[in-house]
């Protein structure tokens, strides 16, 4: 089944909505633009009910279908950007200073609400659909604010489904895989003391960034050997501030980073051996380290018959030769972890071309996506209730 003749009629329409969304860039929880936007849109095109104010700033649209009582599957975007300064040139880019859509969930949004305004017209389907609008993906866990503010529970849903935009594979074409597709995230910050003093007597000091420098040498050591090479896990160190000017040993020294897995065994011993590194190496040096090992994003971890029904509706859209179903999972991290936590699942990317990578200032979602996304989106719902 190609793309939905009624979704192609839409493109412009959607695409209109993204680049005023693109224009317009909000930042985690701060997306009351965007969220005014999405309110206005569901009210106008007549979904049963729209919500806001779920998870501080997030939006629900209710649409029944033609039988009452069934099936509620929930689908989901996010609406938040980055702070990041945009580099597209392109005449629809940020008029925001510092703040870009930068990972497409202007995109994501946009092709949702398509989507809502299609089954909203034609209403194929028994049961409920429920489209979410989420904030704060980008650091802020506003899928888990979602969540524990009533998404689930209140709305009754059976079922949730997400879909990101994937930069290097085609437009047109789909990737999944049941199991692990995405990494758990965790923050990692140590506080480093040592002796500060002059940089010509270092005999009597205690560098602090000697101390940070091993301490960055050791943590590799973690992945390279304590995990299984069979496992995957990262451990980066990606911010090192200490010192002021070029003769003074600095007494402090800040580092931040994150720890990445895709199993909750590994993830657990991430955090064992970077707590017990970070500590002995201070120690064999004389410093003291405080540090702060903060748990982030769960993995993301779709639900085997979910997977496969995704699958199936992809391929309706794509063909059978256009959706890799056993896409080697990724060490990003998603939020949409804690609603697949809470419902079975499924989270699937679709291509956006050769375009720059995400979180990048060059980035642009590609608009030719939308036709295809819109209808995985009309296609799933009315596939997953159907009548």
Not at 225 to 235: S, T, W
Not at 270 to 291: D, F, P, W
Not at 311 to 333: C, L, N, R, W, Y
Request: aromatic share 6%; with cysteine; hydrophobic share 40%.
């Amino acid at each position: 089944m190609p793309i939905v003749n009624r979704v192609a009629a839409l493109h412009g329409e959607i695409t209109a909505w993204r680049r005023d969304m693109h224009q317009h860039p909000e930042l985690q929880y701060d997306v009351h633009r965007t969220a005014a936007s999405v309110v206005e849109k569901l009210k106008s095109f007549g979904c049963d009910d729209v919500v806001a104010g779920i998870g501080r700033t997030g939006v629900v649209g209710v649409i029944r279908g033609r039988k009452s009582g069934g099936k509620v599957v929930g689908l989901r975007a996010d609406m938040d950007a980055l702070p990041l300064e945009e580099e597209t040139g392109l005449p629809y880019k940020s008029t925001v200073p510092g703040k870009m859509h930068a990972c497409g969930h202007d995109g994501h949004t946009a092709m949702l609400l398509g989507a809502a305004k299609y089954l909203a017209e034609t209403r194929n389907f028994a049961g409920t659909a429920i489209v979410i609008f989420q904030p704060a993906e980008e650091g802020g866990a506003g899928a888990q604010a979602m969540v524990k503010d009533g998404l689930i529970t209140r709305f009754g849903i059976h079922e949730v489904y997400g879909m990101h935009n994937f930069p290097g594979l085609p437009v047109g074409q789909f990737a999944i895989r049941p199991g692990p597709i995405m990494a758990s995230a965790d923050h990692i910050s140590i506080e480093l003391e040592g002796k500060g003093g002059h940089a010509a007597r270092p005999h009597l000091s205690i560098d602090t960034i000697l101390v940070g420098a091993q301490i960055i040498n050791q943590l590799q050591s973690v992945v390279a050997r304590n995990v299984d090479p069979l496992e995957a896990a990262v451990v980066s160190v990606c911010m090192f501030q200490a010192g002021h000017t070029d003769n003074v040993i600095p007494q402090h020294a800040k580092l931040r980073g994150t720890a990445r897995a895709l199993t909750v065994e590994v993830r657990d011993l991430l955090r064992e051996r970077i707590n017990a590194v970070v500590e002995g190496t201070a120690q064999l040096y004389g410093a003291k380290a405080k540090i702060t090992y903060t748990n982030g994003y769960p993995v993301v971890v779709n639900h085997e018959r979910q997977t496969a029904f995704a699958a199936s509706v992809a391929q309706e859209i794509a063909g059978k030769d256009k959706v890799d179903t056993d896409v080697p999972p990724v060490m990003g991290a998603e939020d949409f972890a804690f609603m697949l936590n809470e419902r079975p699942g499924a989270f699937i990317f679709c291509g956006n071309g050769d375009s720059a990578g995400l979180h990048h200032p060059a980035y642009d979602f590609n608009d030719e996506a939308i036709p295809v996304g819109t209808s995985y989106w009309v296609r799933l719902a009315e596939s997953a209730l159907a009548e």
